[in-house]
């Protein structure tokens, strides 16, 4: 098997799905080199591994690139099998594969939304979002995983990794844009993992400063007042921002 230094990462600091990947390869205790992207101006690199999607991240291993940050984290599973981060037993894999389809699918462009929108689009994006976390919060009191500290179990799993990269972003936009989308008397067990998960060491290396975050979500929010203001943009300014979005709000990274 090739050693971890084959490994190269092609990522955005503040992309959700590139810390998943992150995390996913310090959990393994996998080396890998990293490369910073910038949204706007894709490296010749970035472009020729994702011609498709031309989007973070991008994986390399032994110069052979995996791209789509799910694709890549079960490739890391199988690929390296100690510390495993899918479950064994085949329904279950089936079931945490199934629940970050839902992550992807329903939660993440409705929190996405929430940031891009206001007045009552804003409204119905925090029920749809709250309406999502209620299906979350059940499935951890009474479905299928009821009684375990992780969605992977004792430790942090493939479930984990999709929806606490990506949940930090809650706090930030909760104050940003001065609303409430996780309650502690709402949400209790949701709440309760998502702040176990954010005090694993592995996720403090991982997961960016939150005053460099909100800095980040700040700034993009004000672009997108000056933007439907009809304020004077140049193009490449208005594609940044569209691509900055697009990174770290609603899930069109990979």
Known sequence: MDPPSSLKLLGSWADS?????????????????????????????LLLHNPVYKKVPVLLHSDRPVVESVVILQ???????????????????????????????????????????????QKTAVDQVHDNLKLLERELRDGAFKGKRFFGGDKIGLLDIVLGCGSYWLAVFEEVMEVKLVDPGTFPVFHAWLKDFEEQNEVKETIPAIDKLLEYARGIRQMMLSLSNGTSTTAPAAAGTTSAINVAVDGRSG
């Open 17 to 45: 799905h590139t810390h998943r990947v992150q995390l996913a390869l310090k959990l393994k205790g996998l080396e890998f080199e990293y490369q910073e992207e910038d949204a706007i101006n894709p490296s010749p690199a």
């Open 75 to 121: 490739y890391i599973d199988e690929t390296w099998a100690d510390n495993p981060i899918m479950p064994a037993d085949p329904f279950e894999r089936a079931v945490a594969r199934f629940w970050c389809h839902f992550a992807e699918d329903k939660l993440a462009p409705a929190v996405g939304a929430v940031f891009s929108s206001s007045g009552e689009g």
